[in-house]
């Protein structure tokens, strides 16, 4: 199916046209945007004219001369100073929407990159041996929504899971299981894998705990332990099979976790701090041989004349320590030189919260200095997220002042989503396993839609009565609208959606397929900047725009056969429009709710 060029592309290139008719050396940019006035608005003309130094509304009168209106522009009518507003044909609305219809491999028209290239994204970063909180919601919901978008539009996108499991910790950690071998051992869980996720980390939260409490009261274990994480890092094999045996563990939990989360995480894309071991001394070597970092009192740092620290002078970038040691900044250099030069990536993107902002952009500097980053071939960028927040406004916590696990915090909503899709089971035919079901895809949904309508530099409050909402800017609301199509759907008996370009729309129709058209478009531009929070944004208008047409447009109870054909066709183009939006942002869209 090929791919379906959107009306406003098709407006802007005739005025395009007309432009450079009328002046041939100008930029011939209508700069055109939707208008409450009209379908669209140009008003590129009032610069141009300033430019030239002609009269707007006169030259204006003349680009409106050359426009081939054809069946496409239905009127086009000069404005004030010098706007044109432009309005379509009902026909040709009706005729692009049924052409996105028609297209069955579920990408209503919208095309892919013609030259696509390689993203890593760096998202969803949980810690060996600790349980996942809130702070690690936002990275990984907002991850994965790009992951999702970028796809759509064809790039070649590397998933990269930067997982905690390397440091001096680990010594600690593996010296104590070496002496209690039993500790690690839980029962099987039927298959479950949440459950199990849940008994692994229950013994690992158990067993790190244990393992601190002797760490700092017994100086010979710590004597030990602190062995230990030289052999870890010389690479003794008894030492890395203990090691491994932690992140299995650990493992076995995140997978629960993203699985609860209805998110798709893969073992082969998880590369954690350990999977760049190999590369840190060579990169702290290069560095040093191209001058980007020097020795200062035994370590090797890289400084920056625009970071100052509160007493003035300079902050450096610890790459390796006085010790011999390395710090994060070696291995987030190392895991930027796999990704340029090994995974072969253009763009390199790190969901990360925004407090490490200044940490990654001396990261960054310091790689555009040693030639691993330049703004041209290859450019790295911090998706910076803001902090998940308690309805006080304050970081979110426990009543007992604690970090929320991610994982009650999940089954809160879910056990909420329930009980509101449980209140209207009966109505709707639901059975006992539909309203478990329901109650997740509504219950994570929440959670997730929560987060990425709302815009990722910012804080957002955690308010769970909001979220489940069937009111308001909420996944519920959308997903309702969704079910309410369906439902239609299935009681239109034998008539069928139909495209009918005969036909004259009604306002609400117009509005409805206009904003159907912008579909694409909004995909593309959220793709380009890495907002999800304005495909939410567009997802919600859309079912703003479905409730006015309910309120204004019968469907089954439309004038004629015709008619009911073709609402049924814009109900059924919103729905799969929907359908595959709040999938772009990895929430599901139940067909009863």
């Known amino acids: 199916m090929a791919s379906v060029t959107s009306l406003t592309a098709s407006v802007h290139q005739r005025l395009a046209t007309a432009l450079s008719a009328t002046l041939p050396t100008a930029d011939a940019d209508p700069l055109l945007r939707r208008s409450d006035r009209a379908d669209y608005q140009a008003n590129g003309i009032l610069a141009l004219a300033k430019k030239a130094k002609a009269n707007p509304r006169e030259l204006a009168t003349q680009v409106v001369a050359q426009v081939e209106s054809g069946e496409l522009i239905e009127e086009i009518e000069v404005s004030g100073p010098g706007f044109l507003n432009i309005t379509l044909t009902d026909g040709a609305i009706t005729e692009n929407l049924a052409a996105r219809y028609a297209d069955d491999t579920g990408r209503l028209g919208v095309p892919t990159a013609e030259r696509p290239g390689t993203t890593v994204i760096d998202y969803a970063q949980p810690n060996v041996a600790k349980e996942m909180h809130v702070g690690h919601l936002r990275s990984a919901v907002i991850g994965d929504a790009v992951v999702q978008i970028l796809e759509f539009t064809g790039e070649n996108v590397v998933r990269r899971h930067h997982i905690g499991d390397w440091g001096t910790q680990f010594g600690m950690l593996i010296q104590y299981l070496d002496e209690h071998p039993h500790e690690l051992d839980h029962k099987e869980s039927d298959g479950d894998l949440q459950a199990s996720g849940e008994a692994a980390m229950s013994n690992l939260d158990r067993l790190y705990k244990t393992a601190r409490k002797l760490f700092d009261s017994d100086e010979e274990f ?180 604690e970090t929320v696990r991610l994982v009650d915090l999940l089954d809160e909503a879910i056990d909420r989503a329930t009980t509101v899709v449980r209140e209207k089971a009966e109505k709707v035919g639901l059975t006992e396993q539909e309203i478990v079901e329901n109650g997740r895809y509504v219950g994570v949904g929440a959670v997730k839609y929560a987060d990425l309508s709302t815009s990722a530099v910012r804080d957002y409050k955690f308010d769970l009565d909001q979220m489940v909402s069937l009111n308001g800017d909420t996944s519920v609301y959308l997903q309702y609208a969704y079910a309410r199509i369906q439902s239609i759907l299935r009681k239109a008996g034998e008539a069928r959606p139909a495209a009918h370009p005969e036909l004259e729309l009604a306002p609400a129709e117009r509005a409805l397929g206009l904003h159907l058209d912008q579909f694409g478009e909004t995909v593309a531009e959220v793709a380009e900047s890495y907002e999800p929070h304005k495909l939410a944004a567009y997802l919600f208008k859309l079912a703003t725009l479905l409730t006015a047409f309910y309120d204004q447009c019968p469907v089954l109870k439309a004038d004629t056969p015709a008619q009911v054909e073709n609402r049924l066709f814009l109900v059924d183009l919103t729905a799969r429009t929907l359908h595959r939006g709040m999938a772009l942002l990895g929430i599901r869209t139940p067909d009863k709710l």
């Open 222 to 401: 710590k004597t030990r332990a602190r062995r230990r994480v030289v052999d870890l890092q010389a690479g003794d094999p008894h030492t890395l099979a203990t090691w491994q045996k932690f992140v299995d563990e650990s493992k076995i939990y995140f997978f629960s976790v993203f699985e609860k989360l209805d998110m798709d995480i893969r073992d082969a894309d998880i590369v954690g701090e350990s999977g760049y071991n190999d590369m840190l001394a060579e990169t702290c070597r290069l560095l040093e041989e191209q001058g980007v970092a020097g020795r200062s009192e035994g370590a090797l740092c890289v400084f920056f004349d625009d970071i100052k620290g509160p007493d003035g002078n300079p902050v450096p970038l610890i790459v390796q320590k006085s010790d011999g040691g390395y710090g994060y900044a070696a291995t987030d250099l190392s895991a930027i030189r796999d990704r340029v030069f090994n995974l072969k990536a253009n763009s390199l993107l790190y969901v990360v919260d925004a407090r490490q902002s200044l940490h990654f952009k001396m990261v960054f500097e310091t790689a555009r200095r040693a030639g691993w980053l330049n703004d041209e071939d290859v450019k790295a960028f911090q998706l910076a997220f803001g902090t998940v927040l308690g309805k006080d406004g304050k970081p979110f916590k426990t009543r007992e002042g």
